[in-house]
């Protein structure tokens, strides 16, 4: 923990609006309470606003009024029932998951073209079999799959979220308002910005 206050303090030199914390299953790992209290140490440390890409998901699914949701994954068991325990915290059932797990190594070197298959394969069979779900997750910041999200909310109707486009979302939501013209080829998230 002493270097993620360092980390931080780095990011406070460089004069930075707001701080986010990458990393969905850290988060999971933690704990909602665990992280909640980091952040909240953070702010106070920092005097900047605070966030962790899980956290933007959950206010981006309250924004939508998305309780009950679906997931697609490249994570093991073990991983999404952490993430799933973390969403019940937050008052969001996960009603169903599709996954193929893969190391952080595979991540790291995955294909883009394929990963973008994987990701409308996945989110395509979960979305299938959960119509009651009501927005799809598929977290994984080193998942290639922004071309995919308007794809599936065009086949399913229902926002898709990606950790870039929670996390940009809730940033761009926190900032001073300026004027802002949504374009629905941003995705039902991005467009949604108020």
């Known amino acids: 923990i002493d270097d993620l206050w360092a980390r931080f303090d780095l ?3 460089r004069d930075v609006d707001r701080i986010s914390l990458s990393g969905v299953p850290v988060a999971s790992a933690l704990g909602r ?16 606003s605070c966030d962790t890409d899980l956290e933007a998901h959950i206010a981006t699914l309250k924004h939508f009024g998305a309780r009950r949701i679906a997931i697609a994954s490249r994570w093991p068991e073990r991983v999404i029932d952490l993430l799933t325990a973390y969403l019940a915290e937050a008052d969001i059932e996960v009603v169903a ?6 190391s952080l190594d595979d991540n790291k070197y995955a294909d883009p073209a394929q990963d973008h ?13 959960a119509p009651e779900a009501e ?3 598929m977290p994984g910041g080193l998942w290639y799959a922004m071309h995919a999200v308007p794809l599936l909310e065009g086949e399913f109707g229902k926002p898709v979220l990606l950790n870039i486009l929670s996390t940009t979302w809730a940033a761009l939501n926190a900032a001073p308002k300026i004027e802002r013209k949504p374009d629905p080829k941003w995705g039902k998230v991005l467009a949604s910005l108020s």
């Open 33 to 48: 309470e665990r992280v909640l209290k980091i952040l909240a140490e953070a702010e106070t440390r920092t005097g900047k």
């Open 117 to 129: 298959l994987l990701a409308l394969e996945l989110g395509g069979e979960v979305l299938r079999a």
């Open 135 to 137: 927005a799809l997750l």
């Open 97 to 102: 998951v599709r996954s193929r797990p893969r």
């Open 11 to 13: 990011l406070t030199k």
